[in-house]
């Protein structure tokens, strides 16, 4: 029987989701051998202001910016939910659905993951899925940098970025770091932009700047 290939998790409150997104997951997907990246936007935590618009938009968004690729595929679970997301319970979800034996490689840009020990129950992450760092090229993660848990994990799970091949002979438990365009390009700085009336076009798909007009999203304070 043949290894089931490695899955690529995407998740992110993608509010909206841009170019740097829809670039790291494309790159991942080819550099790391991901024959599908399921992309999972966050659910919508129900006594804060944060994010700026409803899950369903931001859901929505999502679908839209990644149609037409194969190689993409939506999770709506946490968006769909309601609730706040944590990572843990839906990389579990996704191990009762799909198996325990196929690798998941949970995608993230470095800025993330130098904020993993803020997330709810990061050590059990390396039990359920690999990480994969976009970083800039030639420019590895500053490991030295990160919170000392972080660095003794890192130490331990880390291999060369070339060493695809680690991510499909296991589960779970590697870190990988890998190169992508360096796309400057922030949720936050576009919705800077979108507030002050001013084009987005370029740097987020057109389907999303369309969504965003026909829906008024981002133009205001109006938090829908
Ligand atoms: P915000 O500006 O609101 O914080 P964001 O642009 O960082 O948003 P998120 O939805 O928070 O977007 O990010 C989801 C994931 O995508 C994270 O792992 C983040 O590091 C990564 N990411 C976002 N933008 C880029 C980018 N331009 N290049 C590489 N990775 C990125």
């Known amino acids: 029987m043949s290894e089931p290939s490695p899955l690529g998790l995407f998740g992110g409150t993608f ?18 051998g991901l024959q599908r990246v399921r ?22 968004m999502v679908e839209l910016a990644i149609a037409g690729n194969p190689r993409f595929e939506l999770d709506p679970a946490e968006a769909e939910s309601g609730e706040a997301s944590y990572t843990v319970p839906t990389l579990q979800r996704l191990r009762a659905e799909l198996g325990e ?12 993951y130098a904020g993993l020990p803020s997330w709810h129950r990061w050590q059990e ?17 500053d ?4 919170p000392g848990a972080l660095q003794a994990e890192h130490a331990a799970r880390c291999v060369p970025d070339n060493d695809i091949g680690a991510l499909a002979a296991a589960p779970a438990g590697r870190i990988l770091n890998f190169p992508m365009t360096p796309l400057a390009v922030s949720a936050t700085q576009l919705r800077g932009l979108l507030a002050q009336g001013r084009s987005a076009r370029y ?10 007009d026909l829906h008024h999203l981002y133009r205001s304070n109006n938090g829908s």
């Open 125 to 141: 992450l390396f039990a359920l899925a690999h990480l994969a760092v976009a970083h800039r090229p030639g420019f590895a993660v």
């Open 203 to 212: 740097l987020l798909p057109q389907p999303v700047i369309d969504y965003i």
């Open 143 to 146: 490991v030295a940098a990160l």
């Open 39 to 60: 992309w999972i936007p966050a659910g919508q935590p129900r006594h804060r202001q944060n994010p700026c618009v409803t899950a369903a938009h931001r859901l929505r």
């Open 101 to 112: 034996r196929r690798p998941f490689v949970l995608l993230l840009g470095a800025d993330a």
């Open 15 to 32: 509010d909206p989701v841009h170019v740097g997104h829809l670039r790291l997951a494309e790159e991942a997907a080819e550099a790391l």
